[in-house]
């Protein structure tokens, strides 16, 4: 199996390099939509309809997630492999730098996206509740980019220092 790293050390123009990381990314995208999709359907299926013993289907429904995984990985792994050949040597970046930039994107798409439901939290007398995730939302927040979580950990381990980054949250 040939390496990533190989990507890039290949021969190829920068602006090819960066044109196939963004279909990498592309596809890794689309990959994972359709897969989750075909996932939920198959987490709906009746193992005995299928004459599988139910220990099995589950353990066959976490391969699925785990490969689904690995395979969008792998994807986007490439497509940072291609990034990096398309973009001329330089210094390194600090890994502070990256992951507090990268912290800054998600957080402000999660902040834009948190705006846009907000005013539809209610849920009319009678309806199913759709905003029950928020929860989990805070919970994931807070593991990533609260100030012990996973990312602050890291920054914070490099020597840099780590804002609180609750924003994104749904309740304090």
Do not use: H
Request: aromatic content about 6%; cysteine-free.
């Amino acid at each position: 199996m040939r390496q990533v790293e190989d990507v890039s050390e290949a021969a190829m123009p920068p602006e090819y390099a960066t044109e196939a990381a963004d279909r990498s990314r592309a596809a890794a995208a689309e990959i994972e939509r359709r897969l989750g999709q075909l996932g939920r359907y198959l987490a709906g299926l009746d193992p005995d309809g299928l004459d599988l013993p139910t220990a099995r289907f589950d353990a066959l429904l976490t391969a699925y997630d785990v490969y689904t995984r690995m395979l969008t990985d792998a994807l986007d792994d490439i497509a940072a492999a291609l990034d990096r050949r398309s973009t001329p040597e330089g210094p390194p970046v600090p890994p502070a730098a990256v992951v507090a930039g990268t912290a800054s994107q998600v957080l402000a798409e999660l902040e834009s996206l948190k705006r846009v439901l907000e005013p539809l939290a209610g849920t009319p007398a009678g309806a199913e509740p759709w905003l029950g995730p928020t929860d989990e939302w805070t919970i994931a927040t807070d593991g990533l980019f609260g100030p012990t979580g996973v990312l602050g950990v890291i920054v914070r381990a490099s020597g840099a220092a780590w804002p609180d980054q609750r924003v994104a949250a749904w309740s304090a």
